[in-house]
């Protein structure tokens, strides 16, 4: 309706002028070449980040495989339709029993083979309690009972393969025949009744080799025997047990004897009751012998070789057919008995599954041993001592072996990969190449996975131009049968066949189609049909169909490593091998694929509650060799390496790679993470974790080694390309280097044991038994007080008022001692008598005069005077002061941090009232209430910090300056001495730094000017310490003597005496030395004074105080005195 409303003005444009046209075009072609930018684009991001895209897989990473077996749904009704119904029931009888066969040899091989073999696996010696190889077999009754089934449906089919081609092959001259069978050869039927004989003789292989199925069942027994005399007990039904029994005594009779194939091949072949006559048919026997020696000539010839394929499996099969041709004919062809004996020669021993070993020698004497009479003894032995003579020789050239079939692999996959591939990709295969051994196998394997989408494509043209092929033989066949015009049932039959075989032919190659193609050829080649050499081509053809058709399902039961299980002992062998040869790393991909392959089978274990019991423990056992053997020498060898690379300076053993050899190990962290069940194992991962764990816990233990790890860190980075952690560890470990806590309960040893540094204002360790020293600095405070809070800064200044408080116990003692009193008297009588003529400086020979003096008085045993231990108890109260003073830079620190959110410190806002406006809950009221306590605390803190200094000056000063302490009156004048002591000893500590036994080494101890400055203002002593004009004294004193040097040198320049020389050189120097640290001393007295303001007396500072209390008396307006106490806050 809206449209119809519209203003008429709208339709202006209804005339097509062709501008809109134009206008589409361009955006069209604009659009067109936006989409081409984007998917150049696209194409770029997605080459750059997979480097693997396009026609190559990854075995370990695709979630879909390309399966190549042809498939189709059509029976074999269908398939095999002619004109001719006898012919038509006689492939579809003998089609039917081949499937059959292969789907219980299938059967036989996933299921049976491997629930036998894995029986008693997963559990170890040491986990098994009592009872446990019963409860086992009580599992595992079951699976022998469906394997009894299995046994007597084999029984059967073999039964009736036998009849069948009884039923064709009639002796009876009048009886009629079914076909004509004159030169027709099922082969392949007896070729698929070997392979059913192989099933029966490997079970009863696998069971005969069984100790531990064996050793269990006889438990199970005695077990059954005990639930006899007390089923009660037990909770079993007595009735119930007697046929139990049976049935296992039928289960032992049947399959734990060794019997399956000797009860097969002892079956009533001859009917009873009229039906098919099997031992007296002269013509079957005939057949059935002609039929084994043509497969075994087939064999033959590839047997032992080179190109050797599956016949070793058909020997197996031959040898079965053998016995029971023997068995149902009672007839040797010795001749051909002999021939099967001498492939001992060539092959003693054969393996027919797992670690089954096989020995047919063993087996045709066993089984035939009417023949066996007939051979000669010597060539018996003959054999037996062949196969040992073989061990030997294989053992010997092992080696060699394994080279050459490493050449041949490498260069087949070359080959392979250069013609499968379009464009060459070498550094892809590069790594494939360094593989050994059985691994060989499993790289063929992944050759062929990698490259599915090629083999996929080849494969269906190489069966099509095969399928070709044969049906061109065929039809030319076809047209000479046609042409004969002469008629008969054997013509037809003929002709039947060759269209039967045509018509499969055309059709995917299935394994039911090839079957029948191959039972329409036996037919369809009597009569001459093919010419020699028209025949022998379409069987190559036709084996070669058979081959490519189910390649991939070749290469994967060839490429089973699935035996490596039984063979675990070589795993930490092969893995040590691997960890010297680092350079071959890459093959551990192979490995593990290879030990992947075990798992299908293990997965039909029935003798545990579940399969994954198995699974668990092989996983666990893998992973423990892999560690032991591999994962942990590598850890521990990259750690040793890089502890050594970061020591080398301390020289601790020989590594020069040309004497010791060098192992280049950084092979193993190119590896991609290795697929192993249902995790990756990322070497590189691992390593780089356990680093990054010894390192951040060695370094929690030893915090001042944080540098050497770190200098590891980045030699693993560089070296080994790891990528490491940082140790974050929290402020209160890796930056403290002690805690408030620690020095505040320790303060005692703590200002014995550190230097205080006026300027820098840090702590540095004196001694310590590592190679770092450790320091103490504001960061460090901060930090502390931040984890314990700022309560613990009042607690700190406590304990050192308590701390001063005992030192200056020993500062009045000493000062009370007569021998010093007295000197010091002594020495103000004298500065008072000379200080009109010195200029009023105190003079300096006479504070050394003092200092040898105290000397005199006794030395302790580390050789001290009296002096030094009291420059040493007044260092340690100028430490405790420093210590004080980085508590409130601490404090300070700590809280601008803190308050640094705090958007304007003028303004703050109050939380509370803003919470009581909106009528918000009670909880969150006192929630503000908290946070404006907080942040008034920070501001305060922030802004001022606490008078420290001024607290424990004040609680002092009285007590030093009453009438009784009258002895501490005299410390002016003592501090020249010291400063004497202080100066020597600070040069002795300076000296000792270049030495290289640093006991005693030290560059600062501005603790000790600290301590003078503080003493000095309790007893208000800086203007009496100033008229002694002690710096300028000892100033003057040292230029004078430097100038009378220099004068001196000047003097003896001319006369040219070096020793004299020298040592006006030295004495110049030492002169330097000591005024350039008198000078420093000087320095830091000012600078420490200055804290204590050292401007003022005390009667000025008191007449401040009394003007500052009557200013806030007057202001509020209170007339009463207030009085100050001098006490610290915190008592």
């Not at 190119?670 to 816990?697: E, G, Q």
């Not at 303001?1093 to 202001?1115: I, L, M, P, V, Y």
Request: aromatic content about 10%.
């Amino acid at each position: 309706m809206a449209v119809e409303t519209l203003s008429p003005d709208w339709e202006f444009d209804r005339v097509d002028d062709g501008s809109q046209k134009i206008h589409a075009e361009v955006q069209l072609k604009n659009y067109g070449k936006f989409l081409e930018e984007y998917t150049s684009q696209l194409r770029r991001i997605e080459d750059a980040l997979d480097d693997s895209i396009g026609d190559v897989w990854d075995f370990n990473l695709d979630p879909i495989a390309l399966k190549l077996l042809p498939y189709e749904q059509s029976s074999l009704l269908e398939l095999i339709k002619t004109e001719n119904k006898v012919l038509n029931k006689v492939i579809t009888v003998y089609a039917a029993l081949c499937c059959e066969i292969k789907k219980l040899k299938y059967e036989a091989e996933t299921k049976f083979y491997n629930g036998l073999l894995f029986y008693g696996e997963g559990a170890t010696d040491s986990s098994m309690v009592e009872g446990d190889c019963q409860i086992q077999m009580g599992r595992f009754i079951s699976f022998l009972q469906e394997l009894s089934c299995f046994v007597t449906r084999c029984y059967e089919v073999v039964m009736n393969v036998v009849h069948q081609l009884a039923a064709l092959y009639i002796s009876n001259k009048i009886a009629p025949k079914i076909i004509e069978t004159t030169g027709v050869h099922f082969q392949t039927m007896y070729e698929h009744l070997g392979e059913l004989l192989t099933v029966l003789l490997t079970l009863d292989e696998i069971i005969d080799n069984h100790v531990t199925l064996k050793d269990h069942w006889t438990m199970y027994k005695r077990l059954l025997k005990s639930v006899h005399h007390n089923p009660s007990k037990f909770g079993i039904q007595e009735e119930k047990l007697k046929p139990f029994e049976k049935f296992l005594l039928k289960l032992e009779g049947q399959l734990l004897d060794g019997m399956i194939f000797q009860a097969c091949i002892e079956q009533q072949f001859d009917s009873l009751n009229g039906g098919v006559s099997v031992s007296k048919n002269s013509t079957f026997a005939e057949e059935f012998a002609h039929s084994i020696r043509s497969i075994f000539a087939n064999v033959e010839a590839k047997l032992g070789e080179p190109s050797e394929i599956d016949q070793r499996d058909k020997y197996v099969g031959i040898c079965g057919l053998f016995v029971l041709h023997f068995q149902i004919f009672r007839t040797v062809d010795k001749k051909f008995y002999k021939s099967l004996l001498d492939i001992c020669k060539k092959v003693p021993a054969i393996t027919l599954t797992a670690n089954i070993i096989w020995f047919p020698d063993n087996f045709l004497i066993q089984k035939i041993p009417a023949a066996a009479k007939l051979i000669d003894r010597k060539s018996l032995q003959a054999i037996k001592m062949h196969r040992d003579t073989f061990l030997q020789q294989k053992a010997q050239s092992l080696t060699k072996d394994v080279q050459s079939y490493y050449v041949f692999v490498s260069s087949w996959m070359m080959k392979m990969e250069s013609i499968l591939s379009k464009e060459q990709r070498m550094d892809k295969f590069a790594e494939d190449l360094t593989n050994r051994c059985n691994i060989f196998i499993q790289a063929i394997e992944h050759m062929f996975y990698r490259r599915s989408m090629v083999v996929a494509d080849s494969v269906s043209h190489i069966t099509q131009h095969l399928q070709h092929q044969a049906l061109n033989s065929i039809s030319v066949a076809k047209k000479r049968v046609i042409s004969d015009k002469k008629y008969s049932e054997q013509r037809l039959d003929v002709l039947s066949a060759l269209v039967l075989a045509e018509n499969t032919l055309n059709g995917p190659s299935t394994k039911q189609r090839r079957l029948i193609v191959s039972l329409a050829l036996s037919v369809g080649t009597q009569m001459k049909t093919f010419k020699d050499e028209e025949l022998f081509p379409l069987q190559v053809v036709m084996k070669k169909l058979d081959l490519i058709s189910e390649l991939r399902e070749r290469v994967q039961t060839q490429c089973d490593c699935c035996f490596l299980y039984w063979h675990r002992a070589v795993f930490p062998i092969y893995l040590d091998d691997v960890y010297e040869n680092a350079i071959d790393a890459a093959r551990l991909h192979y490995m593990f694929s290879a030990l992947r392959d075990c798992v299908p089978a293990m997965m039909h274990a029935r003798h545990l509650e579940s399969y994954e019991i198995l699974l668990d423990c092989y996983d666990k056992e893998i992973m423990e060799i892999l560690n032991e053997h591999l994962l942990d020498k590598l850890c521990k060898e990259i750690e040793k390496d890089l502890r050594l690379s970061v020591h080398t300076h301390l020289k601790l053993d020989d590594r020069n790679p040309f004497k010791v050899g060098m192992k280049d190990l950084a092979h193993f962290f190119s590896l991609n993470p290795i697929r192993f069940f249902d995790r990756f194992i990322d070497i590189r991962a691992y390593v780089t974790h356990y680093l990054d764990k010894t390192f951040y816990n060695l370094t929690t233990v030893a915090l001042h080694d944080w540098a050497t790890y770190s200098e590891m860190r980045n030699l693993a980075t560089q070296r080994y390309g790891l990528v490491m952690t940082e140790a974050h560890l929290p402020s209160q470990t890796l930056e403290q280097g002690l805690d408030v806590l620690e020095i505040m309960r320790n303060i005692h040893i703590f200002v014995s044991r550190y230097l205080y540094n006026l300027n820098n204002q840090i702590f540095i360790e004196r001694t310590s038994n590592n190679k770092h020293l450790n320091t103490i600095n504001i960061r460090h405070i901060a930090n502390s007080i931040r984890t314990h809070g700022t309560g613990i800064m009042n607690t700190t200044v406590n304990f050192t008022y308590q701390f001063l408080k005992k030192k200056f116990y020993i500062f009045s003692q000493f000062m009370y001692d007569e021998h010093i009193k007295s000197r010091l008297i002594k020495d103000i009588r004298f500065f008072r008598e000379i200080k009109d003529q010195n200029d009023h400086k105190y003079p300096f020979e006479r504070a050394e005069k003092f200092n040898r003096g105290i000397r005199k008085l006794g030395i302790t045993p580390e050789g001290q005077s009296y002096l030094d231990q009291f420059r040493q108890l007044i260092s340690q109260i100028g430490n405790a002061m420093g210590y004080v003073r980085m508590i409130r830079s601490g404090g300070l620190h700590c809280s601008s941090n803190a308050i640094r959110f705090v958007p304007d410190l003028e303004d703050i806002v109050n939380f509370e009232e803003l919470v009581k406006e909106e009528g918000l809950a009670e909880e969150t009221l006192k929630a503000a209430r908290h946070l404006d306590s907080v942040l008034s605390d920070h501001t305060r803190n922030s802004a001022e910090g606490t008078e420290y200094f001024k607290m424990l000056v004040d609680v002092f000063a009285p007590e030093f300056r009453r009438p009784k302490n009258i002895h501490l009156r005299n410390f002016y004048i003592i501090v020249p001495p010291l400063t004497l002591n202080f100066v020597e000893h600070s040069i002795s500590c300076k000296e000792k730094l270049n030495k290289k036994n640093k006991i005693g080494a030290a560059f600062t101890d501005d603790g000790f000017a600290m301590g003078v400055a503080y003493i000095l203002k309790l007893l208000d002593q800086y203007q009496e310490f100033d008229s002694l004009h002690w710096f300028q004294s000892v100033r003057e004193k040292y230029l004078k003597e430097i100038r009378a040097v220099a004068k001196q040198q000047n003097g003896q320049s001319a006369s040219q005496d070096e020793k004299l020389l020298q040592t006006m050189n030295l004495t110049q120097k030492r002169l330097d030395v000591y005024l350039q640290e008198f000078e420093l001393l000087y320095f830091s007295l000012s600078s420490a004074r200055i804290f204590f303001r050292a401007d003022k007396t005390a009667a000025e500072e008191n007449q401040e105080k009394k003007e500052k209390e009557e200013e806030t008396k007057t202001s509020n307006g209170d007339p009463s005195d207030s009085t100050v106490s001098a006490e610290p806050v915190v008592k």
